[in-house]
């Protein structure tokens, strides 16, 4: 079994920052890509930002590009999203996903969070 849990929202401000974070752990072989999305109220879920595996090479979405920095620590199996200059409409939840293998003979398989909440409001 594998799990990814968050941890870091919360109420915050319009133009201040937060850092969430997402551990994954189970019967994990390898991570390849993790990523963050968010779903606000009556819209699709998004993606966020991603980042690879292999090279840590990042990228991020239009609306919170320049804001916000994606990094992972590969030796806890977790990845962060810190994020400054809050704005309203960053208000969602927060999920992350891990592209990932149980085993060396098996492929990738995306395991989901079951998301943190960030509301920015003053």
């Known amino acids: 079994q594998v799990q990814l849990v968050e941890s870091g929202g919360g109420l915050v401000q319009p133009g201040g920052s937060l850092r969430l974070s997402c551990a994954a752990s189970g019967s994990i072989f390898s991570i390849n890509s993790m990523a963050w999305y968010r779903q606000a109220p009556g819209k699709e879920r998004e993606l966020v930002a991603t980042?690879?595996?292999?090279?840590?090479?990042?990228e991020y979405a239009d609306s919170v590009k320049g804001r916000s920095i994606i990094s992972r620590d590969n030796a806890k199996s977790t990845v962060y999203l810190e994020m400054n200059n809050l704005k309203p409409e960053d208000t969602a939840v927060y999920y992350c996903?891990?592209?990932?293998?149980?085993?060396?003979?098996?492929?990738?398989?995306?395991?989901w969070g079951q998301g943190t909440q960030v509301t920015v409001s003053s």
């Open positions: 996903s891990a592209d990932l293998k149980t085993t060396p003979w098996r492929p990738n398989y995306r395991y």
């Open positions: 980042i690879t595996g292999s090279t840590n090479s990042a």
